[in-house]
């Protein structure tokens, strides 16, 4: 079997990271998540669109890039990489999902960069129950979503009920949450809006596993940089005269980390081969790739952390930053208990 990416996959994950190389160099990530209230730039948002990606899983005819699974993880995996802030997933899944509701004219809007649409859904163990806390009243839409992503920012909403997904537009009430991860932007959002259905819950099933390789590849970009940053580290910091990198006890520790990264990097590019293929492994594949990265991430990131010793834990270190996102990630897109339930029901237990 090749287990490889083709030409087109390769120049996409090469020319997406000279994008992000250029467009989100480290020390504008820092000050994106340290002064802007939104928690992205516009400008790079715009450029974002601009290059397509907003749309990469879409076909033609609905104004994307044909693209797959695969090619979303490439693209998600330089995101988590480069620790670019903003909405990327959560905007790629609400047009998955406008998709799938044939609402046309917003879908135009939201894959030029020009509106941002998110889903509300009760994405979190911290929710409460009972999670479904959205009811119709009439035409109606009545409850409140927690955790809902980038709710403060977004033009509309795409509320997941029991019989379906339906579109609120502002105004919708919003009570932000604190993150201590800078790169999330939560919040609570009560409704009481007159709407319409625009989707059956069959909509989530494509929605559900995307939302799992992307996350997983977000986690997976994390974690490789976080590896990187640590091995250079090590090569260069110095104690009784020798690199730390050349102590066997530390040597140890980073193929720890590196195993974890590649067996992380094995799980969600098979998930998403799955998905592009119709694989009958599609749910048990997706559920434990993100599984493994949700816990496998907050490992390593927080190993890099500890590798570091005493300057690994200040403020001046980026380090932190990776960390927390990963502990964020963790929990959202399906948290490492949820999906770990999909993967007993996935074999059959």
Known sequence: MKFELSEDQSLLRSSTRDFLASEWPAEKVRAVLENEPAGYAADSWTRLAE???????????????????????????????????????????????????????????VIAGRKLVTLARDDSPFAGEPKQRIRLEGARLRGSKYFVPFAAQADALLVTAADGVFLADKPFEVTPLESFDLSARFGEVRFDHATKRIAGPEALERIEPLGAIGAGAILLGLMSRCLEITIEYSRTRKTFGHAIGSFQALQHRMSEMLLRTESTRSAVYRAAWCLDTGDADTALACAAAKAYAGDAARLVCGEAIQMHGGIGFTWELDLHFYFKRAKTLELHYGATETQLERVLAAAGY
């Open 51 to 109: 290059m397509g990606y907003i749309g990469l899983t879409l076909p033609a005819a609905a104004g994307g890039q044909g693209l797959g699974a695969i090619e979303l993880a490439i693209v998600c995996e330089e995101i988590g990489r480069a620790n670019m802030p903003g909405p990327f997933l959560d905007a790629v899944l609400a047009a998955e999902t406008l998709a799938a509701g044939k609402q046309d004219a917003l879908l135009a809007e």
